[in-house]
């Protein structure tokens, strides 16, 4: 009987991975398919821990740390000093940056002429899931990518960017196939366009 549930168990676990990998296809995203699977974070190039305030004032510490949720009081800590969650903006610890967005905090990617965000939220199934926030400069409207259409609108004033994505499906998902951050590199090379 052990046996017996011990590969019961098994051939369950293996068709659990099977479905999930079968759906992570990387071709290009279609409706209901995650952007989040096409980034990854990059690099910042300051590495300093520090909270921006929402009066613009940058407040530099050692440690810095948020809490929030139901049974945390929203605040942020420098050096072990607490500052409400609705006075900041957003803040770096670990050189990841965070911005405060609709009282949580997205974690930034990308960082330049287009800001890449990722957020967790809870999906239609109760379930959580990952969206990719595009934003064009540091005080630009923040919008969730839900199609290639929105990237090409994003990046058409770079021609070299908008060639990456300007594609039949069919090519987009073979540049998929062969890179899979070409979303990513996308905005990399319209950040790099002068």
């Keep these: 009987m052990r046996n017996y549930f011990k590969s019961n168990i098994s051939f369950l676990f293996v068709l659990i ?13 279609e409706p209901g398919i995650s952007f989040y699977l096409f980034f990854k ?6 590495k300093r ?9 940058i407040v530099y510490g050692t440690k810095v740390d948020a809490s929030y949720g139901l049974l945390a009081k929203d605040a ?9 969650a609705n006075q900041v903006q957003g803040f770096q610890s670990k050189g990841i940056y965070y911005k405060s967005i609709d009282n949580n905090y997205a974690k930034r990617l990308i960082h330049g002429k287009i800001n890449v965000y990722e957020k967790t939220r809870v999906g239609s199934r109760g379930m959580a899931e990952h969206v990719i ?5 540091n005080n630009g ?15 058409s004033d ?7 994505v300007n594609k039949s499906d069919k090519d987009l998902k ?19 366009c002068s």
């Design 17 to 29: 991975i099977s479905v999930n990998v079968s759906r992570c296809k990387t071709a290009a995203p």
């Design 41 to 46: 974070e990059t690099p910042p190039s300051d």
């Design 49 to 57: 821990s520090f909270v921006i305030m929402k009066d613009s004032t």
């Design 76 to 84: 942020v800590k420098v050096d072990g000093r607490s500052i409400p």
């Design 133 to 137: 926030l595009m934003q064009k400069g």
């Design 141 to 155: 409207n923040l919008e969730e990518l839900m199609n290639v259409d929105q990237l090409k609108v994003l990046v």
């Design 158 to 164: 770079c021609s070299e960017a908008y060639e990456m």
């Design 174 to 192: 073979k540049d998929m196939r062969k890179e899979r951050y070409h979303f990513q590199n996308t905005i990399l090379t319209y950040n790099g």
